[in-house]
């Protein structure tokens, strides 16, 4: 599929202020399922300096130097995307070891996916839920994450939170519901408490009333021998396939932020505004 993704986010503030180095998180990655066919960046004021690299986890970012003091700041990135991951399910795991949990991945391979494998959460809820997946999926790995996508998909309730960090995952079980993010963030720490590296991806998606339009979406990404990064979306209770752009990835949720920085000014309110628009193209 065919997309065009539209994303602008402004800033003003009550006066003016000097930016420190920021980095821009607005070029939709390019990897195995899905390429970048054109990418076009506003900025307004022109920094006085520009530079493109990738991160840790192979996405793109701008970033950002400014030399002199300013009281707004504003983004409109323009992408062509196309997805090609037509079949979520195309790999097989290597060795029958692997079908089985808690996962163990090669010593190297595990050395490798440590900060992915970081727990954080051993609250009570959480190893409670985590075991109580395992046991319905027979400690098979692709039927735990099936389960576990579905499971909080359909028990869970969605709720819209526009700004905040992620909920921690013992909240989410308490609560039995939360953002986007909230639940992603649950579906990682279980992930992780069974040996799964998982990490955290913002992105879009398109055609589906669970997803609130011009809002950015997020799900997880968990590594599987013989697949390599496979997303799974517990927000939609389905594995990510072709209608969904990713971003950015991350195993912590700050860094898959749109924007990250800071700025200097004595007394300053900021305010921010953002518009997210994604249509689906005519696929050639």
Not at 187 to 203: D, W
Not at 252 to 263: C, K, Q, V, Y
Request: with cysteine; charged share 25%; hydrophobic share 35%.
């Amino acid at each position: 599929m065919i997309f065009n993704v539209f994303h602008s986010i402004s800033y003003r503030y009550s006066t003016k202020v000097f930016f420190e180095p920021l980095i821009l998180r607005l070029k939709p990655r390019s990897d195995a399922f899905q390429k970048v066919e054109d990418f076009k960046l506003e900025i307004n004021p022109k920094p006085s300096g520009i530079t493109e690299g990738n991160d840790l986890d192979g996405a793109q970012a701008h970033y950002l130097y400014f030399s002199d003091q300013h009281d707004f700041l504003e983004f409109k990135a323009q992408s062509t995307v196309r997805t090609k991951n037509h079949n979520p399910f195309d790999f097989i795991l290597p060795a029958e070891e692997f079908n089985h949990l808690p996962l163990k991945y090669p010593q190297l391979l595990e050395a490798e996916l440590a900060p992915y494998l970081l727990v954080e959460d051993r609250s009570p809820e959480c190893k409670g839920f985590t075991e109580q997946v395992m046991m319905e999926s027979q400690r098979n790995t692709l039927a735990f994450l099936i389960r576990l996508t579905t499971y909080i998909h359909e028990t869970f309730k969605i709720s819209l939170r526009e700004t905040g960090h992620p909920l921690s995952p013992q909240e989410v079980l308490i609560q039995r519901g939360g953002a986007c993010r909230d639940l992603t963030h649950l579906f990682m720490e279980v992930c992780r408490l069974v040996g799964i590296a998982a990490r955290y991806v913002s992105g879009y998606t398109l055609g589906d009333d669970r997803v609130v339009e011009g809002e950015l979406h997020a799900w997880a990404e968990v590594y599987l021998p013989g697949g390599g990064w496979r997303g799974y979306d517990p927000t939609l209770g389905l594995a990510v396939a072709e209608r969904h752009i990713a971003l950015t990835s991350n195993r912590e949720p700050f860094w898959t932020l749109p924007l990250t920085g800071s700025f200097r000014g004595d007394g300053a309110e900021t305010t921010m505004d953002y518009q997210v628009q994604v249509q689906a193209l005519p696929s050639k």
